[in-house]
């Protein structure tokens, strides 16, 4: 059974930093994209970003690059989400997934099939 488990998330002011993990079990976790989405109160969920299994390749969104970065840890079956310079409109809360293939890494949420629980980032004005 694979399980993702986020955190990490909580209540910061604008323009300032927060660090989500996200714990895997039970998968071969380096074998596998990774991603993170966020899904804000009455909005679709959307992607964030995505790292490859060896963490060679990142992919961002156009509205958090330059402030967020993904990483990744195979020895601890562990993603990072840096994020940094936070906004009001970056309030969501935040899952990471697995990608289903070993051969891409997807930035359709459709494109992943285990997810975790999610947290919540709230950014105040």
Same mark, same amino acid.
């Given at each position: 059974q694979v399980q993702l488990v986020e955190s990490g998330g909580g209540l910061v002011q604008a323009g300032g930093s927060l660090r989500l993990s996200c714990a895997a079990s039970g998968r071969t976790f380096s074998n596998y994209a990774m991603g993170w989405f966020r899904q804000a109160p009455g909005k679709e969920r959307e992607f964030v970003t995505a790292i490859s299994w060896s963490g060679g390749s990142t992919y961002y969104a156009d509205s958090v690059k330059g402030r967020f970065t993904i990483s990744r840890d195979n020895a601890k079956n562990t993603v990072y989400l840096q994020m940094n310079s936070l906004?009001?409109?970056? +309030?969501?809360? /935040? /899952?990471?997934? +697995?990608?289903?293939?070993?051969?891409?890494?997807?930035?359709?949420? =459709?494109? /992943?099939? /285990?997810?975790?629980?999610? =947290?919540?980032? +709230?950014?105040?004005?």
């Open positions: 906004k009001p409109e970056d +309030t969501a809360v /935040y /899952y990471c997934a +697995t990608e289903r293939s070993r051969l891409r890494v997807g930035v359709r949420s =459709t494109e /992943y099939d /285990y997810w975790g629980q999610g =947290t919540q980032v +709230t950014v105040s004005s």
